[in-house]
T-cell receptor, first 114, second 111 residues
Framework: EAQVTQNPRYLITVTGKKLTVTCSQN?????MSWYRQDPGLGLRQIYY???????DKGDVPEGYKVSRKEKRNFPLILESPSPNQTSLYFC?????????????FGPGTRLTVL | EDQVTQSPEALRLQEGESSSLNCSYT??????LFWYRQDPGKGPEFLFT???AGEEKEKERLKATLTKKESFLHITAPKPEDSATYLC????????????FGTGTRLQVFP
């Protein structure tokens, strides 16, 4: 089954404790992206990757890191999480960098930083 | 500045009561407008892509239309299972690799 998976689905952590949210897709997609979703603000893009070893900042990259060492995986790293990073996070992928391609979204990761 | 605005924020309909959701955008050189449906606690699910003014696409009770400044999602005779948040998104003007989302319209359809 074609899908985007994220782990963990739920995470409660404390300020400053490094964490990684994994994202994997099995569709051989080139383009992958991370979003955060907050009430009243909608979905905002954090980082995106057009292919292996190619990443770029979205609209809200501060406090986040990403890597794309393999085509299928695109982990999101919070080196020193803070309470304002409490949010619902989505990973997405699409076939290519051509923005005409629909994006497939993962199920989301709900992160709480205390 | 690139911007996507959706209205209304929330919409309550009786089953069978048709209505429209609006998505207005300010980007240069539109390269597609996307509509997504999002159920509570889930990731957005793709519905349509529209590319040029005058284009229309349909799926069951949903029809999406596009003009030069806005898109409409028409819902005909909605059912309770159409209840969801509907999101629209466009690629950015200067960086088309970025996708800009509106804040969505939360639709509730009551039997």
């Amino acid at each position: 089954e074609a899908q985007v998976t994220q782990n963990p689905r739920y995470l409660i952590t404390v300020t400053g404790k490094k964490l990684t949210v994994t994202c994997s897709q099995n569709m051989n997609h080139e383009y992958m992206s991370w979003y955060r979703q907050d009430p009243g603000l909608g979905l905002r893009q954090i980082y995106y990757s057009m292919n292996v070893e190619v990443t770029d900042k979205g609209d809200v990259p501060e406090g986040y890191k990403v890597s794309r060492k393999e085509k299928r995986n695109f982990p999101l790293i919070l080196e020193s999480p803070s309470p304002n990073q409490t949010s619902l996070y989505f990973c997405a992928s699409s076939l290519s960098r051509d923005r005409d391609n629909e994006q497939f979204f993962g199920p989301g990761t709900r992160l709480t930083v205390l | 500045e690139d911007q996507v605005t959706q209205s209304p924020e929330a919409l309550r309909l009786q089953e069978g009561e048709s209505s429209s959701l609006n998505c207005s955008y300010t980007v240069s050189g539109l390269r597609g407008l996307f509509w997504y449906r999002q159920d509570p606690g889930k990731g957005p699910e793709f519905l349509f892509t529209l590319y040029s003014a005058g284009e229309e696409k349909e799926k069951e009770r949903l029809k999406a239309t596009l003009t030069k400044k806005e898109s409409f999602l028409h819902i005909t005779a909605p059912k309770p299972e159409d209840s969801a948040t509907y999101l629209c998104a466009v690629p950015g003007s200067y960086n088309t690799d970025k996708l800009i989302f509106g804040t969505g319209t939360r639709l509730q359809v009551f039997p």
